[in-house]
């Protein structure tokens, strides 16, 4: 039997640093390690950590992401919030969920 995309349920990644501003947008920080980018830091004076602020859609699905709430449920939400313009609702969202787990900002 196969598992059902929108039956998993997402967690922001442990450790991740992350804050939700006044006006609800999420800013994501992310360290950058290693050889390469430590020489980058260096030379081209490259930030230590890089800041990723979501949108108005992002931001809304980031905060929505609890570890308890499955895609589908989550879905639901962004369909209340936002109506017609979240559509296509569930294709849109799971290629965004598959997005966050490549970049390694959530787990499943």
Known sequence: MKNNFL????KV?????WEKGEDEAVTIF??????FNRLFQLILKKPKVTQIHLEEFGSFIWI?????????DIGRLVGERFGDKAEPLYPRL????????????ITF
């Open 64 to 72: 929505c992401i609890n570890g308890n709430d499955s895609i589908y």
């Open 7 to 10: 039956d998993r349920i997402p």
């Open 30 to 35: 992310v360290e950058n390690k290693g050889f």
């Open 13 to 17: 990644k442990e450790g991740l640093k």
């Open 94 to 105: 799971a290629e965004y969920m598959k997005m966050l787990a490549d970049y390694g900002f």
